[in-house]
């Protein structure tokens, strides 16, 4: 059965509607990094840029590092742009646009994110590295879809009742990022441990400017969870939702992050743009 028009949305010249890609476009290893400068600071030290596009956030560069093609695209803030994002570039691998199927042939995509992020534990200094062996979900957007094939129940059981979670809130749901991505790109360089993905910067991540937090305690609930050696490192806005997406859809995808704030501390780096830099590069080294 065909995709309707309504669902699977193309551009007058055939690329998909919000990226402006085409499949021809895209490689199969796939960077993500939310800031659309950030595109050009893991490009410049590609051997060469074969394809460039932009429509709204965004920003899109495929090219060759090392003889490897890769495509880095700027995703912008939040679960709900990588909602978009990731559903749009497995359509530009697995669905074919002229007849709207679905392939016969499954493509699966290599999805590495480089990323900022604030640590909770006061053993993650400012500076670091951090890959994301799971990611928790409090911002809701996998409940859109049908998730029991890689939720953690146990896990998010644990979580929920050593944090005394708000029932009004939507329930956390914990999935691994890929173990294969992983080992690849571990290190002594590198910390490990939960990511927690938030739907706001300011109150979401227990940060108070003018306007008093729903649960003040939050963040020292979450900080101090533990379930059999697992705890949660740091926060941010995005991980969940590509760690669930790629799972559900066969993709694999890692999360790295440069720890630039410690929130228990109150340190935030001296040269975030140094840090993001040498993230970058060790990243690219090990693709």
């Not at 992020?117 to 409940?143: E, R, T, W």
């Amino acid at each position: 059965m065909s995709i309707k028009a309504s669902e699977l949305i193309l551009n007058p010249d055939g690329s998909i509607y919000h990226l402006n890609l085409k499949p021809e476009d895209i490689g199969d290893t796939i960077i993500f990094v939310g800031d659309q400068d950030r595109v050009s600071l893991v490009t410049k030290h590609f051997d060469n840029i074969d394809f460039e596009t932009q429509k709204r956030e965004f920003k899109t560069h495929t090219g060759t590092y090392k003889d490897k093609r890769i495509t880095v695209i700027s995703t912008g803030i939040g679960t709900d742009n990588i909602d978009i994002v990731l559903n749009e570039l497995d359509a530009l691998v697995n669905i074919n646009f002229d007849t709207r199927t679905v392939n016969d042939k499954l493509k699966n995509l290599d999805i590495i994110r480089i990323g900022t992020s604030g640590s909770i534990q006061k053993d993650i200094p400012v500076d670091s590295f951090l890959i994301s062996s799971h990611a928790i979900d409090f911002n809701g957007m996998l409940h859109a879809y049908q998730t029991e094939t890689i939720a953690n129940p146990e896990l998010e059981d644990a979580f929920v009742t050593q944090t005394n979670w708000d029932s009004n809130k939507a329930k956390p749901i914990i999935v691994e990022g890929s173990k294969e991505l992983i080992d690849k790109f571990k290190s002594n360089k590198t910390h490990h441990g939960i990511t927690a993905t938030a739907n706001g910067f300011y109150g979401p991540q227990g940060r108070v400017l003018r306007l008093p937090l729903n649960n003040p305690d939050l963040n020292s609930k979450i900080d101090s969870f533990n379930s059999n050696g697992l705890r949660v490192t740091n926060l941010e806005m995005e991980t969940s939702g590509i760690y669930g997406l790629a799972k559900l859809l066969g993709h694999k995808a890692i999360s790295l992050n440069a720890i630039i704030a410690n929130r228990t501390t109150g340190d935030f780096s001296t040269n975030p743009t140094e840090t993001i830099e040498r993230l970058i590069t060790y990243t690219l080294e090990r693709i």
